[in-house]
């Protein structure tokens, strides 16, 4: 038989490449999860932890910049759950945000699909439950956004990535642990701290019960790892390190940082950091992972997390005393750790102009608001925590909902710039965020334990710490060129913390404490961002959005799975294959007739 003409293969060609202009667009990945309870006993007390596909902790989102990315999420829980993605900022699309002033809660038994782009943003994150305490069960896991392949990464490529995740730990419930929250019972001292949902190597045996299981990394050596550390914890600051090795700082929450080496890192709640780390010891016997809480008595001696780093070639088990803090173990060495991280200027992240191209220190300030918390305190007869001392009342309808329906009368957007002199109360009052204005916020810590703030939707630049009271003289010592971009920030106790975010994401945006017990009681406020011109670029309610509150009679009886669209990967390769087959025949039709 003949064979077929060239022309075939090259008109095929033609066809795949005009196919590919006319139908790609960034690719999409799909998730399909089941939340619910599981049993585990990380602390050798069986309990109920919340896993992800029977995983705790759950699976990792591995992206890359521009991504689709669509999760369809089956709560099998026995109460309400979103999912957050701290970090992820949701482009113009706060409707995916995952928190109570943006979607009514998944029902138990209900299915609800989650669908954004991670649209330039580079780096490591994490998801988690954002509601009713539940993180402090588990149901968290990985974010990975890979760069493009056309924009260099300022290190060489690693030769394996590890995500770690922290967590201090309470073998009662969360259930449990939010009722103490509410009867303002402290939490008390964590039974242990787990890394990777494990818990500790019995490194001392007065400490260390038998029997426990542990995590071990398996290296080779001489290698190079890029490892991913979270603490998805519910209120201690850990102190991160590995006996013998350095960890080689290259990026924090989607900024690629100056390099610098550390022996070790105090990681704050909601906090997240990659480092490089070269196994370059003699693998005489094991090292120990370990992290351990900061700014603590004697009586937390025992919730220390400890992993095992095994080499290959490792010739014994790991023994003797974990890597010590001698006189590290104040907050004025944290202190200077947390200014000493700074952003590589010269880098590109997403985009390929360097990050230091937005020079923020330029930018004329157009919003202030110092925002000073309080302990929990007593109001009305509950307990709760304030900023500027207003506790935030989630209405059963979330802010966006209210918004887009125009509901008059559910929140006020008054909140104040400063704590006013007046007694604390509870209300559902926003921050008015001026779109495209540039906002300098300075968060005062009046607690005695270390909090961490959060602001979703955006980046942003971390320009100044200190202890004591801010004052406006404190401006002199801000750093204007390159304080880090990133989405968690510490504040110490007695002092304050001042960070500058450019408003340029429309949207109703959750900024809140990550601790859990100051979170739960009311620490949190929404920034209001809205363009005042008609901007059709910002994402309209989801067609499966659920209603709840004021809205409930519009709530269709079940919240149905992700229906592919034409834009997914499976469809547009769908389509390539079929009109390739449909070529193929047609070319071949024509050329026995010809013959």
Known sequence: MPSLPSSWFFTTLLLCFFLHVTFAGDPYVFYDWTVSYTSASPLGVKQKVIGINGQFPGPTLNVTTNWNVVVNVKNNLDEPLLLTWNGIQHRKNSWQDGVSGTNCPIPAGWNWTYEFQVKDQIGSFFYFPSLNFQRA???????????????????????????????????????????????????????????????????????????????????????????RVHNVGISASLNFRIQNHNLLLVETEGSYTVQQNYTNMDIHVGQSYSFLVTMDQNASTDYYIVASPRFVNSSWAGATGVAILHYSNSQGPASGPLPSLLGEDDPSFSINQARSIRWNVSAGAARPNPQGSFKYG?????????????????INGKWRTTL???????????????????????????????????PPKVDTSLINGTYRGFMEIIFQNNDTTVQSYHLDGYAFFVVGMDFGVWTENSRSTYNKWDGVARCTTQVFPGAWTAILV??????????????????????????????????????TLPDNAIFCGLLSSLQKDQSHKFQFSVGSPFCSTSIILLFMLFLALLESLFWYVEC
């Open 388 to 422: 500027n001392g207003i506790s935030y009342l989630p209405p059963p309808t979330p802010l966006k909902l209210v918004q887009q329906f125009n509901i008059l009368g559910v929140y006020k957007i008054d909140f104040p710039n400063r704590l006013m002199n007046r």
């Open 362 to 378: 330029d930018i004329t300030v157009t919003d202030v608001y110092v925002i000073l918390n309080r302990p929990p305190e007593l």
């Open 502 to 539: 450019s408003l340029d994401n429309a949207g109703i945006w959750n900024l809140r404490a990550e601790n859990l017990n100051s979170w739960y009681l009311g620490q949190e406020v929404y920034v209001h961002v809205v363009n005042p011109e008609k901007d059709n670029n910002e994402n």
């Open 137 to 227: 069960a588990g149901g968290y896991g990985g974010i990975i956004i890979n760069n493009r392949p056309v924009i260099p990464v300022p290190f060489g490529l690693p030769d394996g990535d590890i995500t770690i995740f922290l967590s201090d730990w309470y073998t009662r419930s969360h259930k449990e642990l939010r009722k103490d929250v509410e009867d303002g019972i402290d939490l008390g001292v964590p039974d242990g701290v787990l890394i990777n949902g494990l818990g500790p190597y019995r490194y001392d045996e007065n400490l260390v019960p038998n029997g426990i299981s542990y995590r071990i990394i398996n290296v080779e050596p001489g290698k190079t790892y890029r490892l």
